[in-house]
């Protein structure tokens, strides 16, 4: 018998709240509700192990309910829990942007903190048309996502992103000026794919054709995930982020990479870009940075941008833009335990050591009823369900509920079941979401 970790709820205690991205009247019908967390697992408020696959939702990276991160957090709030950092600073919000710096990719070493990844991301766009404006480029203001990419939820990202959902309720207030580069997802081409797929470099080149619509000298910045997370794992094709990056490079276009999901070692670097050996001007992050203790983000920008706003008079603000919570010192706190966390256990470089049985293990589940493709790289593996007819979404949604029932969280979006455990994850438990996953599908009609 397992032990209540917590009250049961009653249907009306469920009510007040909204919850987000969520089927809200599904879920009150039949909630799952997670009560305690440690390790590699969460537990149920009706007591029931489950093992994360997930790392909550791609950011506990060094594994739940760390001690060292409970006793940052409770001594910075003993010490000072909050400080503003508009006109005024307080030290560790400097420690950390320097610790930041340290993993970093190459020259990005200027950093802007926020409390989210949407707010990364809308913080990104500002600076890239900012700077533009600061240089004497002030017409460049049109900024160019990806279909099928996912940045956040503000009114910026939503603009760049491409998930269609995240989208057609809000068309007509959408940014202005903006336009998508053709999604690298190819399925006839690259399906089982173990890593970056070989084919679709070429897909890159399409940026050439945007430029020449709106012209380069009206384009601010071109931004997209490293690999994408939330449309459901998609993989840039070897060679087709260096492209993107010679592209923008000759036509003076800022390049922006989103790492909220893929930063702080996920692929096996401290970030994608290291891995993919492609630096980008700009890269936003979130999620891990905190271990997902403490909301915070963090905007990395070569030193070059932040250099050209340093003009003017001294006491001009150079940029408008800030969050009350940026470098809020108990975010600062938990980030620095996590980045102790990190380089203690060798976390950042953890998942290059685990890709193969990783890969290894997520591709044995080709062949399984209505799997369609396998796709990984670092920690990450996502598998594709045939969808049913007339019904999209629905196949992975039971899979991912009988996953969950037999103790194994993994994330449904669309027909993919992505996986993104936390970077402690041990084989035998790769194993084990890998043998649920497997026998949920072939008990999956
Ligand atoms: C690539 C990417 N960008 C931005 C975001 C938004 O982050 P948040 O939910 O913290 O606003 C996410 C969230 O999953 C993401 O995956």
């Known amino acids: 018998m397992n032990a209540q970790l917590s009250p049961a709820l009653s249907n009306d205690e469920l009510d007040a709240f909204w919850m987000p991205f969520t089927a809200n009247r599904q879920f009150k019908a039949k909630p799952r509700l997670l009560a ?40 910075q709030l003993g010490t000072m829990e909050f400080a503003p950092t508009f006109q005024m ?18 020259g990005m070493d200027r950093v802007f903190f926020t409390n989210s990844g949407s707010e990364s ?21 049109r900024l160019i996502g990806r279909e099928k990419g996912y940045h956040g939820v503000g009114f910026g990202g939503m603009s760049v992103g491409g998930m269609v959902n995240n989208r057609k309720t809000f068309g007509a207030s959408m940014l202005p000026g903006v336009d998508h580069l053709q999604h690298t997802l190819d399925i006839e081409h690259n399906a089982f794919t173990r890593g970056l797929p070989q084919w679709g470099a070429h897909l890159a080149n399409e940026l050439e054709r945007l430029i ?53 070692g996920r692929v096996g670097k401290a970030f994608a870009s290291q891995a993919f050996d492609v630096t980008p001007d700009l890269m936003t992050t979130a999620k891990g940075l905190t271990n997902g203790s403490i ?70 589940l080709r062949g399984l009823p209505h799997v369609i493709d396998v796709r990984n790289y670092g920690l990450i593996g996502a598998v594709e369900l045939e969808p049913r ?6 196949r992975a949604f039971d899979v991912f509920l009988k996953c969950f029932e037999r103790g194994v969280m993994v994330r ?9 455990p936390p970077l402690i994850i041990e084989p035998k438990q790769i194993a084990r979401i890998v043998e649920t996953l497997g026998s949920v599908i072939r008990d999956t009609a």
């Open 36 to 75: 305690r967390a440690q390790g590699m697992h969460y537990w149920t408020d009706d007591g029931r192990e489950v093992l994360d696959g997930v790392a909550g939702l791609w950011c506990v990276n060094a594994g739940h309910a760390r001690r060292e991160i409970t006793e940052a957090v409770t001594k």
């Open 89 to 106: 600073g307080h030290p560790i919000a400097f420690e950390l942007a320097n610790r930041l710096t340290q993993i970093a990719p190459p």
């Open 121 to 141: 991301v809308d913080t990104a766009l500002k600076i890239a048309i900012a700077y533009h404006r600061a240089r004497g480029a002030g017409q460049r203001t």
């Open 212 to 264: 020449a619509l709106h012209d380069a000298s009206t384009i601010a910045a071109v931004i997209v995930e490293p690999i994408s997370g939330s449309a459901g794992v998609i993989l840039p094709p070897a060679g087709y982020l260096k492209r993107l990056r010679e592209i923008c490079d000759r036509h003076e276009i800022l390049l922006i990479f989103d790492e909220v999901i893929t930063g702080f």
């Open 295 to 364: 909301p915070m983000g963090a905007v990395f920008a070569q030193r070059k941008i932040y250099d050209a706003f340093m003009q003017g008079p001294e006491n001009s603000i150079e940029l408008f833009h800030g969050y009350t919570y940026s470098a809020h010192p108990v975010a600062c706190a938990a980030a620095l335990a996590t980045l102790d966390i990190y380089a203690k256990e060798g976390l950042l470089t953890r998942a290059a050591a685990l890709a193969g049985e990783w890969e290894a293990a997520v591709h044995s």
């Open 389 to 394: 007819a007339g019904k999209p979404g629905a």
């Open 412 to 420: 449904q979006t669309g027909d993919v079941i992505a996986m993104s």
